[in-house]
């Protein structure tokens, strides 16, 4: 995250005596990536961060995979995931490969009784229905519909919603999630031609500062399973902090579409890259205004990846019989285009209301068994000519 940041109080030098007011010390920690090299920041701790009490047995959350090797066209019925209402039993795994986990999630809220930290992957949240905030040791990040959460590798959190009726896409990245780095200067800053910039983003903010003995549960997620350790001290006892390295937000809907007199590709709507997928946003947006432009995209073969649609809101203007919440999965080395009549149907229209997440991974994805719960199995066939959709 590209942007420095500082909340709370911080002494003046780093790596310096820091003291309270009784004059105990605060406890520096350096939160970084890629070694020391990286983004990181450094937060200052009431209390020492590595009090561990005790450990409980880990225990085995690997995605159950149903289907390896997928060569299928797919629509999943993402909002039948049923609702659960803890957060983590709500994360359904859907696509999955060695570089990511796609899910989706219906939490309906429940208070977390613990503190959770992916230390495998940085996590990304695409808020489809609800809101809330998530409780870090940074400070809070609200988010509502339409926000996309970044939250790093190994920060520890609670979400917390304002009411049950949640919907969340979830991602689980091996590879950092940042912004694309064709929209950043030779100085990190994003440029005139990126699709957004540093206003847009939602920053933590109401840092907590927790001086509290007892017993803290932190369910830490490594390797596939979750470990669960109990601290001495509450995670969130940071009196300040700086840097670069921290969770924040972005809204969908202040993405601005870049569009032109002919049919603009994919990567226009690129919103985030890491080295194994990128994630792109199809927002509301006039159409391609060349008079004999047509609307529609091409069919494309998608030869070094695997495409995933996920459908939020709006009509979808290449598709038929698709409605929120559904993901369509469009495997590489296949073609795939619009539905019939979609194409034709496309020219003259001045603008679309669509809004979708696309996530295009550059290695093949399987499917688990929660995935072929939920999928419609006839969707391959539906580009065939007089397929009825009623
Ligand atoms: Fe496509």
Redesign the pocket.
Known sequence: MPIYQQLGTIPPKRHTQFRKTDGGLYYEELFGTIGFEGMSSLLYHTWRPTQVKSLGEPYDVTPRIAVTNNMTMRKLIGFDVKPAADYLDSRTPLLVNRDLILGLAAPTGAPMTYFYKNADADELLFIHRGSGKIRTPFGQVPFTYGDYVLIPRGTIYQIEFDGPDNRLLYLESHSPIYTPKRYRNHFGQLTEHSPYCERDYILPRDLETHDEHGDFLVRIKKQSHIHPVTYETHPFDVIGWDGYNYPWAFSIHNFEPITGRIHQP?PVHQTFQTDAFVVCSFCPRLYDYHPLAIPA?YN?S?IDSD?V?YYVDGDFMSRNDIAQGHITL?PGGIP??PHPGAYERSIGKKETQELAV?VDTFRPLMLTEQAMAIDDGRYFASWGEGVNFE
Request: proline share 20%; glycine share 10%; no cysteine.
């Open positions: 994919p995209p494309h998608n495409e649609l469009h795939h285009g696309m």
